[in-house]
């Protein structure tokens, strides 16, 4: 006769351990995501600044967005964007990662020390030192390029929209590299050196163990810190929005956080500033649920 088996015995701590940092997450983000949604579905400019009460529109600033061109142009350039920057951040990242558990320990302190400093500096005062570097007039780019005998005096790096993403993707990746370095560095040192070495002894080679060892235990790592590079750089606004005051065509060179600031802010136009905004929000749910599927499946295995 098979015994029974004990009834496992409920208790509510858990749960009320987590209600209140639920209560309170759900207070500060659900009252700004419920008004924005009003918002969006209202024509709130100006005027309604000054009390006039907003009109009701419906779906109309979603039918507006939808029909113009120009949103679908940002889209793209955004996602492209994006996805460029995620790309290089990772490879750079993991690359250097790799790296520095092949480097001394001075050495790799060292570049800790440096990427640590990069990571830790303010974004508007990284910004500075990047204009000045790529100025037109006294950029020390312009200054290089010109004594090595290319005539780069007076070159105009933001104007054109090419060499402005350049610039852009160069100070995204280069203030994103740090923490995928971190993370992943933290992850490789958790894999197991017996692992490894029983590898090695069958015949694996250093790609084989990589690929076959190495990568498989920190998966799930580089899966978090993919996603959360896209969903960063799918809304970076700072730094394309101090190139553009440096000297970039915002037209050309709007994202999406910049042209919501420019419809909002800018325009006046903040109920179709608060529909771009849920676009966005919808775009980046569309883009990150696949690696979110990804990491769930990986949990229930």
Same mark, same amino acid.
């Given at each position: 006769?098979?015994?029974?088996?004990?009834?496992?015995?409920?208790?509510?701590?858990?749960?009320?351990?987590?209600?209140?940092?639920?209560?309170?997450?759900?207070?500060?983000?659900?009252?700004?995501?419920?008004?924005?949604?009003?918002?969006?579905?209202?024509?709130?400019?100006?005027?309604?600044?000054?009390?006039?009460?907003?009109?009701?529109?419906?779906?109309?600033?979603?039918?507006?967005?939808?029909?113009?061109?120009?949103?679908?142009?940002?889209? *793209?350039?955004?996602?492209?964007?994006? /996805? @460029?920057?995620?790309? %290089?951040?990772?490879?750079?990242? $993991?690359?250097?990662?790799? !790296?520095?558990?092949?480097?001394?320990?001075?050495?790799?302190?060292?570049?800790?020390?440096?990427?640590?400093?990069?990571?830790?500096?303010?974004?508007?005062?990284?910004?500075?030192?990047?204009?000045?570097?790529?100025?037109?007039?006294?950029?020390?780019?312009?200054?290089?390029?010109?004594?090595?005998?290319?005539?780069?005096?007076?070159?105009?790096?933001?104007?054109?929209?090419?060499?402005?993403?350049?610039?852009?993707?160069?100070?995204?990746?280069?203030?994103?590299?740090?923490?995928?370095?971190?993370?992943?560095?933290?992850?490789?040192?958790?894999?197991?050196?017996?692992?490894?070495?029983?590898?090695?002894?069958? *015949?694996?080679?250093?790609?084989?163990? /990589? @690929?076959?060892?190495? %990568?498989?235990?920190?998966?799930? $790592?580089?899966?978090?810190? !993919?996603?959360?590079?896209?969903?960063?750089?799918?809304?970076?606004?700072?730094?394309?929005?101090?190139?553009?005051?440096?000297?970039?065509?915002?037209?050309?060179?709007?994202?999406?956080?910049?042209?919501?600031?420019?419809?909002?802010?800018?325009?006046?136009?903040?109920?179709?500033?608060?529909?771009?905004?849920?676009?966005?929000?919808?775009?980046?749910?569309?883009?990150?649920?696949?690696?979110?599927?990804?990491?769930?499946?990986?949990?229930?295995?």
């Amino acid at each position: 006769m098979a015994r029974r088996q004990p009834a496992v015995r409920r208790t509510p701590l858990p749960i009320g351990l987590v209600l209140p940092a639920a209560a309170l997450l759900a207070l500060a983000l659900g009252y700004p995501l419920g008004r924005q949604v009003v918002l969006s579905l209202q024509e709130f400019g100006l005027a309604q600044q000054f009390g006039r009460p907003p009109e009701w529109v419906g779906l109309g600033n979603y039918r507006e967005l939808v029909g113009d061109s120009y949103l679908w142009t940002v889209v *793209g350039r955004t996602v492209a964007f994006c /996805f @460029v920057n995620a790309a %290089l951040t990772m490879g750079i990242g $993991v690359g250097i990662a790799l !790296l520095m558990t092949r480097m001394s320990r001075w050495v790799r302190i060292a570049v800790q020390s440096g990427l640590l400093l990069t990571w830790a500096t303010p974004v508007v005062a990284a910004m500075i030192v990047w204009q000045f570097l790529f100025d037109t007039d006294y950029g020390v780019v312009n200054a290089v390029l010109t004594g090595l005998g290319w005539d780069y005096d007076g070159h105009s790096w933001l104007i054109e929209p090419m060499s402005f993403f350049t610039i852009a993707t160069m100070i995204v990746v280069w203030m994103s590299v740090p923490f995928v370095v971190f993370t992943t560095y933290a992850a490789l040192t958790q894999v197991p050196d017996d692992v490894v070495e029983a590898a090695e002894i069958d *015949g694996a080679g250093a790609w084989q163990r /990589f @690929v076959h060892v190495v %990568l498989p235990t920190v998966r799930p $790592v580089l899966l978090v810190v !993919l996603l959360l590079q896209i969903i960063w750089d799918l809304r970076v606004f700072t730094q394309i929005y101090t190139l553009q005051k440096a000297g970039g065509i915002t037209r050309d060179t709007n994202l999406l956080g910049t042209y919501i600031y420019t419809l909002g802010i800018k325009g006046g136009d903040f109920g179709t500033a608060a529909a771009a905004a849920m676009f966005m929000l919808v775009l980046t749910v569309i883009l990150t649920a696949p690696y979110v599927r990804v990491m769930l499946r990986q949990e229930e295995d």
